[in-house]
């Protein structure tokens, strides 16, 4: 057995333990290989820091994307790396757990993470960052037909454009055109600094998605001019969503929260929306599929400039309860269209 206190001379990071092992290394930077034959294999928990991980304006999308390959984990130790190629989950999940550690993205592809069909997606304690380069950095995190997805605890920080919008985008397979939707996961107790939006849930026109959880989220939209953001937004054939306890202040954006086009059974519950032009969007018709089973209640919608809750036409067999939210808006209190 062999202890190190250093592995990493110029990051001066990186103390673990090895075994001699023997045989070439498969992986010379995470275990070297020795004088004499044989290689130090790593026995601890591999950290980007003891793989050639470097802090700063350093692109480490290749140790980055060997870790998610071989470990499946992303461990900072406390450090904050920037890599510039998308991520690509693979089968060995994604697990990222870093209390005083982060992601920064700084590329050009639409997504910093993509997930497919991914079942173990741990995102956790992390600060997430992201640029959008090539002006269509569309979100820090894609899930496509993925499951058992738990991402808590973390702040999202996104720039101010137009182009950088739902920092969580979790939809069905193949990036939103296959047949394998999303299902069960939780997005909970995370703060959203974004210049868009926060989250998007959303199906195919055949392929349904159930059974998310988004709550108890600060979600504040850092825009200084008027955007398109819909700071929540549920859509196409999605069932079971549960959006509820969030504190959303959507300044400049043009809804707190949507729901819209073939939603059915979405909870919508004691949510503070405030700012921005309409508190909730509930769409249920105007040329689009009808919505069918949404709750919207406590809680409060403050401050919009348009509508506090501003409706579609509905469906005559729909079925939408709105009771005891406290209205305070400049525009109406409820819109019926």
């Not at 992986?27 to 034959?37: F, I, N």
């Not at 026995?43 to 050639?52: D, W, Y």
């Not at 973390?154 to 939809?171: L, Q, T």
Request: with cysteine; glycine share 14%; aromatic share 8%.
């Amino acid at each position: 057995l062999l202890k190190t206190s250093v592995h990493n001379t110029t990051s001066n990071k990186g103390g673990a333990k090895y075994i001699v092992t023997p045989g070439a290394s498969p992986d010379p930077v995470g275990s070297p290989d020795l004088a004499g034959g044989g290689y130090a294999k790593l026995l601890s928990i591999p950290t980007i820091f003891n793989h050639g991980g470097l802090t700063g304006a350093v692109d480490n999308y290749a140790i980055l994307q060997g870790l998610l390959d071989t470990t499946g984990i992303l461990n900072t130790e406390g450090g904050t790396f920037e890599f510039e190629t998308q991520l690509i989950v693979g089968s060995q999940g994604f697990k990222c757990i870093n209390p005083k550690g982060g992601l920064y993205y700084k590329g050009v592809s639409a997504q910093a993470i993509i997930a497919d069909t991914n079942s173990n997606f741990l995102l956790q304690n992390t600060r997430c960052t992201w640029d959008n380069d090539g002006t269509d950095a569309q979100s820090f995190v894609s899930l496509n037909g993925s499951s058992n997805y738990h991402i808590d605890k973390n702040k999202f920080i996104g720039p101010e454009s137009s182009s950088a919008y739902f920092a969580i985008r979790v939809i069905e397979d193949n990036g939103g055109s296959g047949t394998v939707g999303s299902t069960q996961g939780y997005i909970n107790n995370n703060i959203f600094n974004v210049g868009q939006s926060a989250v998007l849930y959303q199906g195919g026109s055949s392929v349904e998605q159930n059974k998310h959880f988004c709550t108890h989220n600060i979600i504040n939209n850092i825009a200084a001019g008027v955007t398109l953001a819909e700071m929540i937004k549920v859509d196409l054939n999605s069932n079971l969503v549960d959006v509820s306890h969030n504190i959303i202040d959507g300044t400049n954006a043009s809804s707190c929260i949507t729901v819209e086009e073939k939603c059915r059974n979405v909870v919508c519950a004691f949510n503070q929306n405030s700012n921005g032009t309409w508190g909730y969007r509930l769409i249920g018709g105007q040329a689009l599929e009808p919505i069918d089973g949404v709750q919207v209640y406590g809680g409060y919608c403050h401050s919009q400039t348009g509508a506090s809750i501003i409706l579609g036409s509905w469906n005559p067999l729909a079925k939408l309860s709105i009771e005891s939210i406290d209205l305070k808006s400049t525009g109406d209190g409820i819109d019926g269209q």
